[in-house]
């Protein structure tokens, strides 16, 4: 059992070390090549990154609650799982914070970290979209009960669509300000910002 438990520890171990040498191959030929955030310098993306994450724990800290299970959109979140994702959510301001400082003083590592934490946050918001999409409560959500019974399929259908397009939208936004925080990262690390921190 407990060879077992240390077996299954050191495939998490090498998993996660695998993901980080993937997005570190990938981002090298893709997410370096990054010069402006929406059109914008580069810099405003943790600054936009920074409020998003604000408002996120923001937002968690009222919605979620530390002693009963909630229901959202079908799926049940106990407590403990509660805890953890505001948690996680929280812990992104203070790294955010710091990030700031570290593009402000050259500290490359400081500024990784928050996009590390960024990929992190995209990854447990991309699953639970997956599991609120499994689920199968979104039509029933949004759409009162008696024009569900009148012709469900077409109104799920179109609901099904407008659902995705916008969870598309959203993933593809968190992944642009993980994408421009880890491209800021670069650059410090390189040293190129020094000469933009000029102007």
Do not use: N
Request: hydrophobic fraction near 60%.
């Amino acid at each position: 059992g407990h060879h077992g438990a240390s077996s299954h520890g050191a495939a998490w171990w090498l998993l996660w070390a695998a993901f980080g040498v993937c997005i570190r191959g990938v981002a090298k030929h893709t997410v370096s090549a990054m010069r402006d955030f929406l059109g914008m310098p580069l810099h405003m993306g943790v600054f936009v990154a920074f409020l998003w994450t604000f408002l996120r724990s923001f937002l968690l800290l009222f919605a979620f609650d530390s002693a009963r299970t909630i229901d959202v959109v079908g799926v049940q979140l106990v407590p403990f799982v509660q805890v953890l994702l505001a948690t996680i959510a929280i812990l992104g301001v203070p790294l955010g914070v710091i990030a700031g400082f570290g593009v402000l003083y050259r500290l490359h590592d400081k500024v990784r970290i928050y996009a590390y934490w960024l990929i992190v946050a995209f990854l447990i918001e991309f699953c639970m979209i997956i599991l609120l999409g499994l689920g199968g409560q979104i039509c029933p959500a949004f759409v009162a009960p008696y024009i569900l019974r009148t012709g469900p399929i077409f109104i799920c259908f179109f609901i099904g669509v407008w659902v995705l397009f916008w969870s598309t939208v959203f993933l593809g936004f968190e992944a642009l300000l993980a994408f421009t925080v880890w491209s800021i990262a670069d650059q410090v690390e390189k040293g190129e910002y020094a000469a933009l921190l000029k102007y």
